[in-house]
């Protein structure tokens, strides 16, 4: 057997940040503190911190007055943060800024008066937050037939946005029919998905088509993990989501002679080794690393870490 780790795969720069700083309010403030959501939608990332004993909330109206609360990297609504300002909470805002951009782009175009169509799945986290900004100007579609449901006066303004982990060529069906029903809409000046979602996305789909089978490493809350895995099927190459090796199946790799294994951005390398090494026992698979595109993208942490280090 040969075993091809896609490059690049796992942690983008978004959820480096998240993590890091998360890391970072513990070793400075101890672990008794609470996340508004998974900090990144990773099952072994999550678990590892509640185990440290990092509190996940759904509700802020769940985390204790003047308690420190970090937002995760999938961002928040304006609403949410009001609730936590009249709970007095330490906040500290672990958003990706590539998901800020999208949040300031809707508030930009909402002022100006647009009508915003947001390309997304309904009930994300990134997405929840994105409606919150603007929730009267902003109307949520994720198929072409969703588009050809909309109904706006001839000549309106419209712009479109779209959620930054989607498949681009998902995405791409989406807009394309937008952009044929209204000639007139508006994109923002750079696109919104992220260039980490992109990039692992262009891995699946080069190296796929030689594979045998298709392994993701990700959470199924992951949006992005499970766009890789849908790339690898279309691709007709047998693909499987999982968060690590204790959910790999023998069945899957009986007469395979290739494994592709790639990792969505908010799975750890550490999942990743562990199933190299579960097939490199069973089947003294051979390591292959092929690389389609060098990252090196940083995020500062956030400055709200920084002041309240001054404060407590």
């Given at each position: 057997?040969?075993?091809?780790?896609?490059?690049p795969?796992?942690?983008?720069?978004?959820?480096?940040?998240?993590?890091?700083?998360?890391?970072?309010?513990?070793?400075?403030?101890?672990?008794?503190?609470?996340?508004y959501?998974?900090?990144?939608?990773?099952?072994?990332?999550?678990?590892?911190?509640?185990?440290?004993?990092?509190?996940?909330?759904?509700?802020?109206?769940?985390?204790?007055?003047?308690?420190?609360?970090?937002?995760?990297?999938?961002?928040?609504?304006?609403?949410?943060?009001?609730?936590?300002?009249?709970?007095?909470?330490?906040?500290?805002?672990?958003?990706?800024?590539?998901?800020?951009?999208?949040?300031?782009?809707?508030?930009?175009?909402?002022?100006?008066?647009?009508?915003?169509?947001?390309?997304?799945?309904?009930?994300?986290?990134?997405?929840?937050?994105?409606?919150g900004?603007?929730?009267?100007?902003?109307?949520l579609?994720?198929?072409?037939?969703?588009?050809d449901?909309?109904?706006?006066p001839?000549?309106?303004?419209?712009?479109?946005?779209?959620?930054?982990?989607?498949?681009?060529?998902?995405?791409?069906?989406?807009?394309?029919?937008?952009?044929?029903?209204?000639?007139?809409?508006?994109?923002?000046?750079?696109e919104?998905?992220?260039?980490?979602?992109?990039?692992?996305?262009?891995?699946?789909?080069?190296?796929?088509?030689?594979?045998?089978?298709?392994?993701?490493?990700?959470?199924?809350?992951?949006?992005?993990?499970?766009?890789?895995?849908?790339?690898?099927?279309?691709?007709?190459?047998?693909?499987?989501?999982?968060?690590?090796?204790?959910?790999?199946?023998?069945?899957?790799?009986?007469?395979?002679?290739?494994?592709?294994?790639?990792?969505?951005?908010?799975?750890?390398?550490?999942?990743?080794?562990?199933?190299?090494?579960?097939?490199?026992?069973?089947?003294a698979?051979?390591?292959?690393?092929?690389t389609?595109?060098?990252?090196?993208?940083n995020?500062?942490?956030?400055?709200?870490?920084?002041?309240?280090?001054?404060?407590?």
């Amino acid at each position: 057997m040969k075993i091809v780790l896609a490059n690049p795969r796992g942690f983008c720069a978004g959820v480096n940040m998240a993590i890091e700083c998360l890391d970072e309010v513990i070793r400075n403030f101890g672990a008794n503190v609470f996340v508004y959501h998974e900090i990144v939608h990773n099952k072994y990332v999550v678990d590892r911190f509640t185990r440290q004993g990092v509190t996940f909330v759904d509700r802020i109206a769940d985390v204790p007055e003047e308690a420190i609360l970090l937002y995760s990297a999938h961002g928040v609504s304006p609403e949410i943060r009001q609730q936590a300002k009249a709970r007095r909470l330490h906040t500290i805002d672990a958003t990706c800024p590539l998901v800020t951009k999208v949040h300031m782009e809707a508030i930009r175009y909402a002022r100006r008066g647009y009508h915003i169509v947001l390309v997304g799945h309904e009930g994300h986290d990134e997405v929840i937050g994105t409606m919150g900004e603007a929730p009267e100007s902003i109307t949520l579609v994720d198929s072409p037939a969703e588009v050809d449901k909309l109904e706006f006066p001839a000549g309106a303004d419209i712009a479109y946005l779209t959620q930054t982990t989607l498949s681009v060529q998902e995405a791409g069906r989406v807009i394309e029919q937008l952009k044929r029903r209204f000639p007139q809409i508006e994109s923002p000046p750079k696109e919104d998905i992220c260039y980490a979602t992109t990039n692992r996305q262009e891995a699946v789909a080069a190296m796929a088509p030689d594979a045998d089978v298709v392994l993701v490493l990700g959470s199924q809350n992951s949006s992005n993990s499970q766009r890789l895995a849908e790339i690898g099927r279309d691709c007709d190459t047998p693909a499987y989501l999982i968060d690590g090796a204790h959910e790999l199946n023998p069945e899957w790799f009986t007469e395979c002679a290739t494994v592709l294994v790639t990792a969505g951005a908010s799975a750890p390398e550490v999942v990743v080794e562990e199933c190299i090494d579960w097939l490199v026992e069973r089947y003294a698979a051979d390591v292959e690393h092929v690389t389609i595109r060098e990252e090196h993208v940083n995020f500062p942490l956030p400055k709200e870490l920084r002041e309240l280090q001054g404060k407590i």
